[in-house]
């Protein structure tokens, strides 16, 4: 159950008008769990926001850290849910890991510990798969992880493979409580190997500024929207785009004492910004 806030609780920072006038170039990068659903259920007025988007034609992109699905899978999701949008409208951590990749070391290798998305990314960017002598090791979520996967990458890792994080999101949410998240998996092949990860989802300021790009725009015309201060709020901030923190995931008011930065605004849910697209 969301939490709703108190009026004082809602405007974090009463100076910073959000979203933009609507005579003004402007675009949203969306969080989706937490934001646009919980699990398999959806946010109430989630689904009016984005139509709104759509209606009004403005840019967005939906932005997670979930690794496991590719852009159709996620598309399907929300179809599911009642929101109808093109694979174009989606960005995630594996995309952004695999565009890297491609960019750092052209049809390069990869050992891969994760699930669909990431390998399906990967591909996509002409990236071999393979456990003999990989370029890098490349950490996602999984349901099937098992110590022997773990015990190869880190045979890799010992071996010369670089280490890569598609995101460092310690647990995530699932109906009834959490999982392990990708930022778990990640500090056991730190800690057994004594390297450090390169990570390339949000809050990572390559993901950030590549999510931009897709978007055509410039800093100040782009809004991020997230439940979470460590990821969405603090990737956001360090780019220097307008922030929108909603209560209606895992971060609630009396969360915000713990952080040195504050959200340019902070909502009960997205359904409070609609009226201002």
């Not at 008008?17 to 609507?22: D, E, F, H, N, R």
């Not at 960019?103 to 456990?131: E, R």
């Amino acid at each position: 159950m969301s939490v709703l806030a108190t009026p004082s609780e809602v405007c974090v920072n009463t100076e910073t008008k959000l979203p933009p006038t609507p005579d003004k170039k402007c675009g949203y990068l969306i969080d989706m769990d937490g934001v646009i659903y919980r699990g398999n259920k959806l946010i109430p007025g989630s689904d009016y926001f984005v139509q709104s988007l759509l209606e009004k034609e403005i840019p967005f992109l939906f932005l997670t850290n979930n690794s496991q699905r590719s852009r159709c899978d996620v598309v399907l999701k929300l179809a599911n849910l009642g929101i109808n949008v093109e694979i174009e409208h989606i960005f995630t951590c594996s995309i952004s890991t695999a565009r890297f990749l491609a960019s750092q070391k052209p049809s390069g290798s990869a050992y891969v510990i994760g699930d669909a998305g990431l390998l399906t990314a990967l591909h996509d960017h002409g990236y071999a798969i393979n456990d003999t002598n990989p370029d890098y090791v490349v950490v996602g979520e999984g349901r099937l992880i098992n110590f022997e996967v773990l015990e190869k990458g880190l045979q890799l890792i010992m071996d010369g493979a670089k280490l890569i994080a598609t995101n460092l999101d310690p647990n995530c949410p699932i109906d009834g409580g959490i999982r392990p998240g990708c930022g778990s998996i990640v500090a056991f092949l730190e800690t057994a190997s004594n390297r450090k990860a390169l990570s390339l989802g949000k809050p990572s300021p390559i993901m950030m500024r590549m999510a931009r790009k897709e978007l055509d725009l410039r800093t100040e015309e782009v809004t991020m929207i997230g439940d979470t201060m460590d990821t969405d709020i603090l990737g956001g901030l360090q780019m220097g785009y307008r922030t929108v923190l909603v209560y209606s995931g895992s971060t609630q008011p009396h969360d915000l004492d713990q952080y040195p930065y504050a959200p340019s605004l902070a909502i009960p849910s997205l359904k409070d910004l609609i009226t201002e697209l």
